[in-house]
């Protein structure tokens, strides 16, 4: 029997500017994760510091209270990542200047920042670090060529994730498996950068390609499914959305709730669901099959359900895809919504704390 996902295969194939990979991006426009907001002022802080930061980075104001101001004002309009098929994660905030990696599959394609790396100057955290956001835009800014050569002809994903997998990834809340077996997999001319090749081994330098990744594996199945399926899924500190593939171009939202799970600072207020990487959960990976990530699974255990830990959290999904473990179900019809196990996600600080724990976010009754 074939299987729906035959012939699906994401590859990573290449990086560029978010500008330039997307030449219809409006002016003075910022990505963010999740479905559109409603009001300037509904913007959650984390947010707020990321795009100042980002707004900073492209020389479009001077100062963050000028920066702020803009954003209030709505001179600078923030935007949802994928309706312009990127996706991004947590907070992170995609200025045009920002490199971008390119996922291909199926003759549809899937753009993701490169990952911002450690937490100190990192903005998917939404902190107030501004400075140091600034300067690891602008060092990504300058390895951009680099990260190009890097990728070379380009790498298959799916053999990467399934080795990750096997060595105990859920490929969202742990891809540190994922993120060693994609600098391997990497092309390395002589001419890289010591500190770049150091950088794409941190830890979390994987998601954004499994982000992209699953992504193009939800919107490729909906070319061949007959039923509506989820195509798109995020969160932004206030609504969480997702988008049929009966209506691609409508977010459908509830509000967002918080994830639930082990904290650093459990006096800090935790921001509800944020960040792209939901799409990974969408598919049927990340908390689906926390069954294959014993640490993560040990350290969600006493917030959540036995059986959130057992082949029954991939009961909703549609079916296996052939690169992968064979009791992994992917694609979420429509119809499955309710069933849906959850999302894992890094916990942000409502205020700007920056990361504050990691948990299982519900999918919001549809």
């Known amino acids: 029997m074939t299987s729906i996902w035959e012939g699906i295969h994401p590859r990573l194939t290449g990086c560029d500017s978010l500008a330039r990979a997307v030449p219809h991006l409006p002016p003075r426009t ?3 994760a999740g479905p ?10 984390p947010v707020r510091n990321a795009a100042c930061a980002a707004l900073l980075s492209e020389g479009w104001a001077d100062t963050i209270d000028e920066a702020a101001e803009m954003l209030r004002s709505g001179a600078v309009h923030l935007a949802p990542a994928q309706d312009f098929d990127v996706v991004t994660p947590l907070a992170c905030v995609v200025p045009p200047s920002m490199p971008v990696l390119r996922v291909e599959a199926c003759g549809l394609t899937r753009l993701t920042p490169v990952n911002d790396g450690p937490a100190d100057g990192a903005l998917r955290f939404g902190d107030s670090q501004t400075q140091a956001q600034i300067a690891r835009i602008k060092a990504l800014r300058g390895w951009l060529p680099h990260i190009a050569d890097l990728v070379g002809d380009g790498v298959d994903l799916l053999p990467l994730m399934n080795t990750a997998i096997h060595a105990g990834d859920d490929l969202h809340g742990s891809v540190a498996q994922l993120t060693d077996a994609l600098a391997d997999a990497l092309t390395v001319p002589a001419a890289a950068p010591a500190d770049l090749l150091a950088y794409i081994r941190t ?16 919107a490729a199945l909906a070319t061949r499914q007959g039923a509506p399926v989820v195509v798109a899924a995020g969160g932004n500190g206030v609504d969480f959305g997702w988008k049929s593939s009966a209506t691609p171009d409508i977010w459908e939202t509830r ?6 799970g082990p904290m650093m600072k459990p006096d800090a207020p935790v921001l509800p669901a944020i960040g792209d990487s ?5 598919l049927g990976l990340g908390a689906a099959i926390l069954r294959h990530a014993p640490a993560l699974r040990d350290a969600l255990a006493p917030f959540h359900p036995p059986q959130a830990f057992t082949p029954q959290a991939s009961a909703c999904f549609l079916a296996p895809h052939p ?12 119809t499955a919504l309710s069933d849906h196990p959850g999302i894992m996600l890094a916990m942000l600080g ?17």
Request: charged share 10%; hydrophobic share 55%; no cysteine.
């Open 36 to 45: 559109p907001y409603a009001a300037p002022d509904a913007v959650p802080v």
């Open 323 to 334: 690169a992968l473990p064979g009791d992994i179900r992917l694609g979420l019809p429509m």
């Open 30 to 32: 910022l990505l963010h």
């Open 203 to 218: 830890p979390l330098f994987g998601l954004n390609p499994v982000m992209a990744a699953a992504s193009i594996l939800s």
């Open 350 to 366: 409502a205020g700007g704390e920056g990361l504050i724990g990691r948990g299982i976010a519900p999918w919001p009754a549809p």
């Open 255 to 260: 509000p967002a709730h918080a994830p639930v």
């Open 278 to 282: 939901a799409v990974i959960d969408a």
